[in-house]
């Protein structure tokens, strides 16, 4: 029987693949949100049979808001603002990233294994899916061109530390403040990132990253 978090995680894994061979902003975004929301919840269906306390729940509904609303509506905006639809020139190419992710996985199948935690089931599978994730945010940070692909893969790398966190450490409630402070930080930078975006469009008419090299004192 399959369990509602296995498909969580699958979908999540999903969603990895399909922002490493996206090439729309908007899209991208999307994918991001949908991603959010899937981490959000994972949480809730980890254990099922554990009673979350008011706090829990009031953390997961903020995180939710905040990771499938808030943060993409500020991505939305920027977007708009700037008129950037898509990544033209990536430094990898779309189909060579897909083949990258599916490489990820693998690696992370081979990487959990060689840990030797004692983690099982969901767990283990959990485990995987954050180590993709968190690769996944840094490949595309590092494979894209334009800052505000820079700045979704920024996100997936959070998505992925978040997800890391919960097969470490099990719902500790200790977890729950520590991810909270985190998920401020976080939107706070993608607001700075939204001022940042508008500055360089403003200065280059455009947000490829390759021209801050062009910057001098």
Excluded at 80 to 92: F, G, H, L, M, Y
Excluded at 125 to 135: F, H, M, R
Excluded at 151 to 171: E, Q, R, S
């Amino acid at each position: 029987m399959i369990n509602n978090i296995d498909v969580i995680l699958v979908l999540i894994l999903l969603s990895v693949l399909l922002s490493l061979g996206s090439s729309r902003m908007m899209t991208l975004i999307k994918i991001m949100a949908l991603q959010g929301a899937l981490v959000s919840l994972a949480p809730i269906f980890l254990d099922q049979h554990s009673r979350l306390s008011s706090g829990g729940v009031l953390f997961f509904q903020l995180m939710f808001l905040i990771k499938t609303a808030l943060i993409p509506g500020l991505l939305y905006m920027a977007v708009t603002k700037i008129s950037i639809k898509r990544e033209v020139e990536p430094i990898i190419g779309y189909h060579a990233s897909i083949f990258t992710g599916l490489g990820l996985i693998l690696l992370s199948v081979y990487i959990t294994q060689r840990l030797g935690l004692s983690l099982h089931g969901d767990y283990a599978v959990l485990l995987i899916t954050a180590i993709t994730t968190l690769s996944g945010g840094l490949f595309l940070m590092m494979s894209r061109t334009k800052a505000i692909t820079q700045v979704i893969g920024y996100l997936m790398l959070d998505n992925g530390i978040h997800l890391m966190g919960m097969a470490l450490t099990k719902h500790s409630h200790n977890l729950y403040i520590v991810e909270f402070g985190v998920l401020l930080d976080l939107l706070v930078g993608v607001m700075i990132m939204g001022i940042i975006l508008h500055n360089i469009n403003r200065t280059f008419d455009d947000v490829d990253t390759m021209y801050l090299g062009q910057l001098k004192d």
